[in-house]
C-alpha cells in the first residue's frame, strides 16, 4: 500500500511539473510571439530600402553596408556569428558591374531617300540597360538568334548557318524545350542561363546583344567587355519585327514544335549605349547567425531558414527591392529575434542565413552549400522565402515526403494566426525546372527543401523594377509570416520525435 502511495504521489508529482513546463512554455511562447510586430518590421524594410544600401547590389560597398547592418541585428539579439573566424560573414568573391547612366536604344530606320530615321526609346518601360554590359556604343544590324543555343549534342544551334559577327544579337530566354517539371527539360536546363546565352554571343563574334527579357533589372549575367547589352520589352521587339510578316511569338512556337532553329538578319539597324565600370574586385558574402541547440545530441542537428539580402541595385533609378526580396529578410529578422529573445533552449540548431549574390546568379546559395556548416544529413531542411510580403494568405510548400515538415507551420496558424493557408507538395515549377532561386540550389545539392510564401497578392509587383518600395509591401502579412515562422521553427527545433 505504501509503495502504491509513494508511486501515485510520484505520478501525480511528474504530470504537474509537465503541466507547469508546459505552461511555461506556452508563456514564453506567447510573450515573444506578440513583441513581433509590423511597425517594427516595417522601420527594418525602411532601412533595407534606404539611399544608404542603393539598391544592395551584391559586390557594391552599399551591400556590404546592409550585410553589417543585418549582422549588427542578430549581435543585439544575442544570435551567434556563424559565418567563419567567430564573425557573421561567409565571403566570396564577386566581381560586379555598376552602371553609370541608363545610355540609350535607338532604332535606326532607313528611308528610300538616304535618311535615316532614328526611334530613340523610353527607359525604364521600353529597355533597361544592360546590368553587366561592356562599356560603349555598338549600331549594327540585327540578328534574331532564336534562343541563342548552341547544342550540339542535342543536335540543336541558332548560330548554324548564319554570321553574326560584329553584329547584334536578338534573343528570348529559356530554350526550345518549354515544360520545366519533363524530366526531358533537364538535358536543356543547362542552355537556359543568361550567363551562358551572353558567352555564347560572344563566342559566335556579336558586338551587341537585345535581350527579350521584358526590360527589366537583370545583374545575372555574364560580363564581357566586347558585348554591349541591352533588355528589351514588348515595343522594340515590335519595331524590329515590323514588315517582317511574323512575330517572336510565331517563331518561338514553330521552334518549340520542330526543334529547329529559324535565325534570320532581320534588316534593321539599331544603336545601343552603354556606360559602365567594371569592379573585378568586387567581394560579397552571405550573413550567417546561429541559436546552437541545448540539447547534446539534437545540437549537431539543424534547420536553416534563409532569404536573399542583396538585391539589383541601381541602373538610372535605383530598384530597392524592398518585395524583392527585404520582405524575406526582414520576415526572417522578425522570428530570429522572437526566437533568440523567448527564453525557451531550443533542442536542435537553427541557422540564420542571408544570402549574397542571388540576383547575380544565385552564388551565395551554392557558396553556402559547398561550405555548408552542418552536413547535408544533419540538416534537417532548408526553408527558402523570397518575395515574401505580399497578399492575405500563407503558403508552405516542400516535398510530397516532407508532409511532416509542414505541420509544424500548420498547427501554428490553426493555433495562433488563423489566416487562409495553402500547402502543397512538389514545389511548384521551379524546383524541378528552371534554376531561378535559392531554393533550388539547395534542392538541386540534395537538401530537403520547403519555401513559405504569401497567397493573394494584391498589391502591383515591380519585379525588378524601379517602384520595388516599401510601399508594395503588404506589412501585415509579413507579421504573421514571421509569427508562423517563429512557433513553426520553435517547435520543429524542440521535437524529440522528428527523425529522417
Ligand atoms: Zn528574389
Known amino acids: 500500500m505504501k509503495k502504491i502511495i509513494i508511486l501515485f504521489s510520484v505520478l501525480i508529482l511528474s504530470t504537474l511539473r509537465m503541466a507547469f513546463s508546459q505552461d511555461d512554455f506556452e508563456t514564453k511562447l506567447l510573450k515573444q510571439f506578440h513583441s513581433i510586430q509590423s511597425q517594427e518590421m516595417m522601420t527594418w524594410i525602411e532601412k533595407l530600402c534606404s539611399p544608404e544600401f542603393n539598391g544592395r547590389l551584391a559586390g557594391t560597398p552599399e551591400f556590404i553596408a546592409s550585410a553589417e547592418w543585418v549582422a549588427g541585428k542578430l549581435k543585439e539579439w544575442g544570435i551567434k556569428p556563424a559565418g567563419g573566424n567567430g564573425n557573421y560573414f561567409q565571403w566570396f568573391d564577386f566581381p560586379y558591374t555598376v552602371v553609370n547612366d541608363i545610355g540609350s536604344l535607338t532604332l535606326n530606320l532607313a528611308q528610300a531617300d538616304g535618311s535615316v530615321i532614328k526611334k530613340n526609346y523610353i527607359y525604364p518601360d521600353e529597355y533597361y540597360p544592360g546590368m553587366n554590359s561592356g562599356s560603349g556604343e555598338i549600331t549594327a544590324e540585327v540578328i534574331f538568334v532564336g534562343y541563342g543555343v548552341t547544342a550540339p549534342e542535342l543536335n540543336y544551334d541558332d548560330y548554324k548557318g548564319i554570321d553574326v559577327k560584329g553584329k547584334i544579337v536578338l534573343m528570348n530566354r529559356d530554350v526550345p524545350y518549354s515544360d520545366p517539371r519533363n524530366p526531358e ?86 544603336t545601343i549605349k552603354a556606360n559602365t565600370t567594371r569592379h573585378p574586385e568586387g567581394k560579397a558574402c552571405n550573413v550567417i547567425g546561429m541559436i546552437e541547440g541545448s540539447d547534446p545530441v539534437l545540437k549537431n542537428e539543424a534547420i536553416i531558414i534563409g532569404g536573399h539580402l542583396d538585391a539589383v541595385g541601381k541602373a538610372g533609378k535605383v530598384v530597392n527591392g524592398a518585395l524583392d ?52 544529413d ?51 515549377g521551379s524546383y524541378y525546372g528552371r534554376p531561378r532561386s535559392d531554393g533550388v540550389v539547395f534542392s538541386m545539392a540534395g537538401y530537403r527543401t520547403m519555401e513559405i510564401g504569401n497567397t493573394d497578392w494584391y498589391k502591383k509587383v515591380y519585379y525588378h523594377l524601379p517602384g520595388d518600395d516599401p510601399d508594395a509591401i503588404t506589412i501585415d502579412i509579413m507579421e504573421d509570416v514571421s509569427k508562423m515562422i517563429y512557433v513553426g521553427l520553435t517547435n520543429m527545433a524542440n521535437d524529440a520525435s522528428l527523425k529522417f
Request: net charge positive.
Open 378 to 428: 544533419k540538416t534537417i531542411t532548408y526553408i527558402n522565402l523570397d518575395m515574401v510580403g505580399n497578399g492575405t494568405g500563407l503558403s508552405v510548400s516542400a516535398g510530397s515526403t516532407y508532409k511532416d515538415l509542414l505541420n509544424y507551420f500548420v498547427q501554428a496558424n490553426t493555433k495562433y494566426i488563423h489566416r487562409t493557408m495553402q500547402t502543397s507538395t512538389p514545389v511548384p
Open 325 to 376: 526580396n527585404a520582405s524575406g529578410v526582414v520576415d526572417i529578422m522578425g522570428a530570429a529575434k522572437a526566437m533568440a529573445l523567448s527564453g525557451i533552449g531550443l533542442k536542435r540548431s537553427v541557422i540564420f542565413l542571408f544570402i549574397g549574390g542571388e540576383e547575380g546568379g544565385l552564388v551565395g546559395s551554392r557558396v553556402y552549400t559547398e561550405k555548408p556548416l552542418f552536413g547535408k
Open 185 to 270: 527539360y533537364r538535358k536543356w536546363v543547362g542552355y537556359c542561363y543568361h550567363q551562358y546565352k551572353l558567352e555564347n554571343a560572344v563566342k559566335h563574334g556579336a558586338a551587341g546583344m537585345l535581350y527579350i527579357d521584358g526590360a527589366m533589372a537583370n545583374p545575372n549575367i555574364s560580363y564581357d567587355p566586347s558585348i554591349i547589352v541591352c533588355g528589351i520589352g514588348p515595343q522594340p521587339l515590335a519595331d524590329i519585327f515590323a514588315g517582317l510578316k511574323t512575330t517572336n511569338r510565331e517563331i518561338l512556337d514553330k521552334i518549340t514544335k520542330t526543334f529547329k532553329p529559324a535565325s534570320f538578319s532581320t534588316a534593321k539597324s539599331v
